[in-house]
């Protein structure tokens, strides 16, 4: 009898440690073992290989009937094999790409039984049947198609997704394949072995970590760098990233200096300068995919405005990383660390919390001016006028001492307001209005693409707000009827030493561009203070 239990005690401990150390498979083939092991498995059944990165290798192949290409991703010190990602053909037509989504499904159901989670639906104004399937897949919030299958040793996720197969836009089929057992595996490693220590995100190797001046001097930069602000929380400097000439700038934490995000910016392009443009976003994608893995999101095409936007976002465990395609000009990448970016959000607020008291009437204040596109927001109407039309700007109209012009910001056609004082004329605004907008998508997105620019010439702005007041809510296809109730507010606010700079979206559904003067504000506040005393005395003596 003792003999016995001691018998079913061992199968229960020979079962479980069974369960611990089996891995995830697929097509019988588990997903362990090195790079080559693995690859060499996959060839036997069909698959041919097509490109290794760094931390991925490409293959081709049929996967449950159909054509398919399959990511295996691997550590990049091991070589050891913890995840599967299998892209079926894009399809345009809705009912076909069900139909692959359905029978991958399917076959799942086969091997693994119901899944443990799925979320399938439209959202108004969009139903399945009513011929739009296509579109709703393309607006956020609309759509969603995704099953999840939650295993002892791993997950499997079926779903459908937006963004580029075989080189052009589609929606198509994504299957993902993670093995618990090597993913925990190589977590750790990136953590050193430990739960506790946490990694920072690198940039050419060199951890985002340490001092900016620390970080700078890794990078090897000794020469014609340019601090932004007094207390040096940005620096920017010439650069090559991955074979061509660019500009990079540096963020660091406002108190302990620590570097948390990184901006590569190439230069720009004509826009008749389509080819070289799009080339120049490919070789830098390709160049993060080779070293991170292919991206969590891509770039699709805006069946709306009739282009695609070029926008691909890597979410890491320490960071993320984003290039996009600014103003159909400029490739741009921001690096983000994950850990230093929460340090910095911590000590904004205590810098915040100091800059937020209010200067004394009799305070000195700096005679350092804003500047308007490297024109100083100073001297008379007059004076300020001719600048700007040296710029190529058209004068429109002039009332009450409201100046209007013509022309172009960024690139993109505009109207220019500038203000002066009552008495002296002097110059103390200057405004920018873009062209008005009727989507809300196209709108937020320039919204964000100007915003990101602004924080590369001035920092991270003081104060950011973008939400939605009941009852609407971003999603709900109301968006611009809420902007023109003054429901929705998007308005961001860089306090700088010569003044303040805000950005928003007005209630006429444009962007605006408001550059204030500090000293040419008080300038005007003294000035209309005096013309109204000036008028009550006036008025008493008339008495």
């Known amino acids: 009898m003792k003999n016995k239990i001691l018998l079913v005690s061992l199968l229960f401990v020979s079962i479980f440690c069974f369960g611990q150390n089996e891995h995830l498979k697929f097509r019988d083939i588990e997903i362990n073992g090195t790079l080559n092991e693995f690859v060499t498995q996959l060839n036997k059944i069909g698959y041919t290989t097509s490109t290794i990165y760094d931390r991925m290798c490409s293959m081709d192949g049929v996967t449950f009937g159909k054509e398919s290409k399959i990511s295996a991703f691997f550590d990049s010190k091991t070589k050891i094999v913890s995840s599967l990602r299998i892209d079926f053909p894009g399809e345009k037509d809705w009912n076909t790409l069900k139909d692959i989504y359905v029978s991958v499904k399917e076959h799942l159901i086969q091997d693994y039984g119901y899944p443990t989670r799925v979320s ?23 759509f969603r198609y995704l099953s999840e299958w939650e295993l002892d040793n791993g997950t499997i996720t079926l779903q459908i997704i937006l963004g580029i197969f075989n080189g052009r836009q589609s929606r198509y089929v994504v299957l993902l394949y993670n093995d618990k057992i090597n993913k ?26 340490g001092k900016i001046t620390e970080f ?9 760098i340019k601090w932004t602000t007094d207390i040096k929380n940005i620096c920017t400097f010439g650069g090559n990233f991955i074979g061509k000439l660019c500009k990079v700038s540096v963020f660091a934490t406002p108190k302990t200096k620590k570097v948390y995000e990184i901006w590569v910016n190439f230069p720009e392009r004509q826009k008749r300068d389509s080819v070289n443009l799009i080339s120049d976003y490919r070789n830098v994608k390709a160049q993060i995919t080779k070293e991170y893995g292919n991206p969590t999101s891509s770039e699709f095409f805006n069946e709306n405005k009739n282009k695609w936007n070029y926008e691909s976002k890597w979410e890491l465990e320490n960071g993320e990383i984003l290039l ?22 911590e000590e904004r ?50 009332d009450d001492g409201i100046y209007s012009l013509d022309g172009k910001f960024g690139g993109k056609e505009c109207d220019i307001y500038f203000l002066s004082t009552e008495k002296t004329k002097t110059v103390w605004k200057v405004a920018v209005f873009f062209e008005e907008k009727r989507n809300w998508s196209f709108l937020k997105s320039d919204y964000n693409s100007i915003k990101e620019q602004l ?23 109301y968006e611009l009827q809420a902007i023109q109730n003054e429901k929705c507010r998007y308005l961001t606010i860089w306090e700088l030493e010569g003044g303040s700079i805000a950005l928003q979206i007005s ?12 000293t040419n504000m008080k300038k005007m506040q003294k000035e209309n203070k ?5 008028q009550n005395k006036k008025m008493l003596d008339d008495l």
Do not use: W
């Not at 939400?467 to 999603?475: D, K, L």
């Open 216 to 224: 700078i001097n890794k990078l090897g930069v000794t020469a014609n």
């Open 349 to 398: 607020k205590d810098v915040r919390n100091y800059q937020n008291v209010e200067p004394e009437e009799n305070d000195v204040v700096s005679s350092e001016h804003l500047k308007f596109r490297d024109i100083e927001i100073d001297g008379t109407a007059t004076q300020f006028l001719s600048k700007l039309k040296n710029l190529g700007y058209l004068l429109r109209n002039i």
């Open 507 to 518: 209630e006429s559904c444009r962007l605006v561009i408001q550059y204030e003067d500090k």
């Open 455 to 477: 924080t590369i010439k001035y920092g991270h702005p003081k104060d950011s707000y973008n939400f939605f007041s009941s009852p609407y809510q971003e999603g709900d296809g």
């Open 120 to 142: 399938e639906y439209f959202k108004a104004p969009y139903s399945e049947g009513d011929g739009n399937e296509m579109k709703a897949a393309t607006t956020a919030g609309k």
């Open 530 to 534: 005096e013309v109204k005393q000036e």
């Open 184 to 209: 925990e595996v190589e977590e750790k490693e990136k953590l050193g072995g430990t739960e506790a220590e946490k990694t920072h995100l690198e940039f050419r190797d060199i951890e985002f970590n």
């Open 324 to 345: 996009n395609i600014f103003i159909d000009k400029q490739v741009n990448v921001k690096y983000r660390d994950k850990v230093n970016t929460e340090i910095y959000e």
